[in-house]
C-alpha cells in the first residue's frame, strides 16, 4: 500500500510539473515554438518551478522535523519566529550593503539569524520547548522581528529599495533564475546530509526524553544537529523566497492524514506534500487574472492561517 502511495504521489509531482510548465495566459502547450517561447519555459518557468519545489521541500521537511522534536503539532518556522529571524537578518545584511541578494554567504547570514531567534525562543519559553509556552514565545518573537524588519525598511535608501524589499519579505518566487536556485542547494543538501546523519535520533523522537537518553544518545549535540538543519533550511528558503509561512504547518499534517505516522517517512512525505504546495500555489499565482501578480506568501497565508484556527480549536475541544 505504502509503495503504491508514493508511486501515486510521484506520478502526481510529475502532472503538476508539466501542468505548470506549460500553461500560460494562451493556453497550455509545453513544446516550445521558437527561441523566444524556449527562453520563457527554460529560463523563466522551469528555475521558478523548481525554486517553488525546493522550498516546499525544505519548509516542509523543517515543519515536520521541528514538531517532532518539539512534539508540538503547531510548530512552525513562521510561528516560532525562525523564519523572522533569518529575514531579519537577511534583510540588514542587505540593507548594509554589504551583501549582494545572491551572494553566496547571504544563506549564512540567515542562518545567523534564525539561529538567534531560536535561542531566544528557548530562553521567552523558559526552557519549556512544548505547549502554549512555545507557541506564545514564538508569536511574540515573530512580531518582533516582524517590526524590526519595518523598521529597517522604513529607514530604506529610496521608495523602489522600500518596496522592492517589502514584496520579497511577503513571498515569492518570481523574477527568480536559476542562480537563486544554485543559491539554495548547497544549503538544503548539507541540510538533508545532517538530518541522514541524525536519523536514528530522528526515528527515536517516539520515546521520551528519558527514554532516548537510555538508548547512548547525546541529547544536546544531536538537537544542536538537528536545529542547525532546520534553521539553515529556513534560512535558505526566506533568502530565495522571503518568507512564505504556514507550509511547514500544512505539509506535516496533510502527510499524517495519508498514514504516515512514523518519522522518517513523515518527514519525506512532508517534503514531497511541500513542494507540492508550493508548486500549486504558484502555479495559481500565476493564473489569477490581477493587475500585479499576487505575492505567494499571501495566497499560502490564507490557506494556513484558517488551517492553524482549526488546529486550535480542535486541541482545545480535545481537553473539555
Same mark, same amino acid.
Given at each position: 500500500?505504502?509503495?503504491?502511495?508514493?508511486?501515486?504521489?510521484?506520478?502526481?509531482?510529475?502532472?503538476?510539473?508539466?501542468?505548470?510548465?506549460?500553461?500560460?495566459?494562451?493556453?497550455?502547450?509545453?513544446?516550445?515554438?521558437?527561441?523566444?517561447?524556449?527562453?520563457?519555459?527554460?529560463?523563466?518557468?522551469?528555475?521558478? @518551478?523548481? $525554486? +517553488? /519545489?525546493?522550498?516546499?521541500?525544505? =519548509?516542509?521537511? *523543517?515543519?515536520?522535523?521541528?514538531? !517532532?522534536? #518539539?512534539?508540538?503539532?503547531?510548530?512552525?518556522?513562521?510561528?516560532?519566529?525562525?523564519?523572522?529571524?533569518?529575514?531579519?537578518?537577511?534583510?540588514?545584511?542587505?540593507?548594509?550593503?554589504?551583501?549582494?541578494?545572491?551572494?553566496?554567504?547571504?544563506?549564512?547570514?540567515?542562518?545567523?539569524?534564525?539561529?538567534?531567534?531560536?535561542?531566544?525562543?528557548?530562553?521567552?519559553?523558559?526552557?519549556?520547548?512544548?505547549?502554549?509556552? @512555545?507557541? $506564545? +514565545? /514564538?508569536?511574540?518573537?515573530?512580531? =518582533?522581528?516582524? *517590526?524590526?524588519?519595518?523598521?529597517? !525598511?522604513? #529607514?530604506?535608501?529610496?521608495?523602489?529599495?522600500?518596496?522592492?524589499?517589502?514584496?520579497?519579505?511577503?513571498?515569492?518566487?518570481?523574477?527568480?533564475?536559476?542562480?537563486?536556485?544554485?543559491?539554495?542547494?548547497?544549503?538544503?543538501?548539507?541540510?538533508?546530509?545532517?538530518?541522514?546523519?541524525?536519523?536514528?535520533?530522528?526515528?527515536?523522537?517516539?520515546?521520551?526524553?528519558?527514554?532516548?537518553?537510555?538508548?547512548?544518545?547525546? @541529547?544536546?549535540?544531536?538537537?544542536?544537529?538537528?536545529?542547525?538543519?532546520?534553521?539553515?533550511?529556513?534560512?535558505?528558503?526566506?533568502?530565495?523566497?522571503?518568507?512564505?509561512?504556514?507550509?511547514?504547518?500544512?505539509?506535516?499534517?496533510?502527510?499524517?492524514?495519508?498514514?504516515?505516522?512514523?518519522?522518517?517517512?513523515?518527514?519525506?512525505?512532508?517534503?514531497?506534500?511541500?513542494?507540492?504546495?508550493?508548486?500549486?500555489?504558484?502555479?495559481?499565482?500565476?493564473?489569477?487574472?490581477?493587475?500585479?501578480?499576487?505575492?505567494?506568501?499571501?495566497?499560502?497565508?490564507?490557506?494556513?492561517?484558517?488551517?492553524?484556527?482549526?488546529?486550535?480549536?480542535?486541541?482545545?475541544?480535545?481537553?473539555?
Amino acid at each position: 500500500m505504502r509503495v503504491k502511495l508514493w508511486l501515486v504521489l510521484c506520478l502526481a509531482s510529475l502532472l503538476i510539473g508539466l501542468g505548470y510548465l506549460g500553461s500560460g495566459v494562451d493556453g497550455w502547450r509545453l513544446l516550445p515554438e521558437n527561441a523566444l517561447e524556449s527562453a520563457i519555459l527554460f529560463e523563466i518557468r522551469l528555475p521558478r @518551478l523548481v $525554486l +517553488a /519545489g525546493l522550498n516546499g521541500m525544505a =519548509l516542509g521537511m *523543517a515543519g515536520a522535523v521541528l514538531q !517532532l522534536q #518539539l512534539k508540538n503539532p503547531l510548530a512552525e518556522p513562521g510561528i516560532t519566529g525562525i523564519a523572522g529571524g533569518a529575514g531579519l537578518a537577511t534583510v540588514v545584511a542587505l540593507y548594509w550593503g554589504g551583501l549582494t541578494p545572491i551572494a553566496w554567504s547571504l544563506p549564512l547570514v540567515g542562518m545567523l539569524g534564525g539561529a538567534l531567534s531560536l535561542i531566544l525562543l528557548w530562553l521567552l519559553s523558559r526552557g519549556q520547548m512544548f505547549g502554549l509556552h @512555545l507557541i $506564545l +514565545a /514564538g508569536v511574540a518573537l515573530a512580531s =518582533l522581528t516582524g *517590526a524590526l524588519m519595518a523598521v529597517v !525598511l522604513n #529607514l530604506a535608501p529610496n521608495p523602489f529599495a522600500f518596496q522592492e524589499w517589502a514584496l520579497w519579505l511577503m513571498g515569492s518566487v518570481a523574477n527568480r533564475g536559476w542562480s537563486h536556485v544554485w543559491l539554495m542547494a548547497p544549503s538544503l543538501v548539507l541540510a538533508l546530509l545532517l538530518l541522514l546523519s541524525q536519523r536514528r535520533f530522528l526515528s527515536a523522537q517516539i520515546f521520551d526524553d528519558a527514554t532516548i537518553a537510555t538508548l547512548g544518545f547525546q @541529547l544536546g549535540w544531536n538537537r544542536f544537529l538537528i536545529f542547525a538543519a532546520v534553521t539553515l533550511l529556513v534560512s535558505a528558503s526566506v533568502v530565495t523566497a522571503g518568507i512564505i509561512g504556514f507550509v511547514g504547518l500544512l505539509a506535516p499534517h496533510a502527510a499524517r492524514l495519508l498514514g504516515q505516522h512514523q518519522p522518517l517517512p513523515m518527514i519525506l512525505l512532508s517534503a514531497l506534500l511541500g513542494a507540492w504546495l508550493l508548486m500549486l500555489m504558484d502555479w495559481l499565482v500565476r493564473l489569477i487574472p490581477t493587475p500585479v501578480e499576487l505575492q505567494l506568501g499571501v495566497v499560502v497565508s490564507l490557506i494556513g492561517a484558517p488551517w492553524l484556527l482549526i488546529l486550535l480549536y480542535r486541541q482545545h475541544a480535545a481537553k473539555y
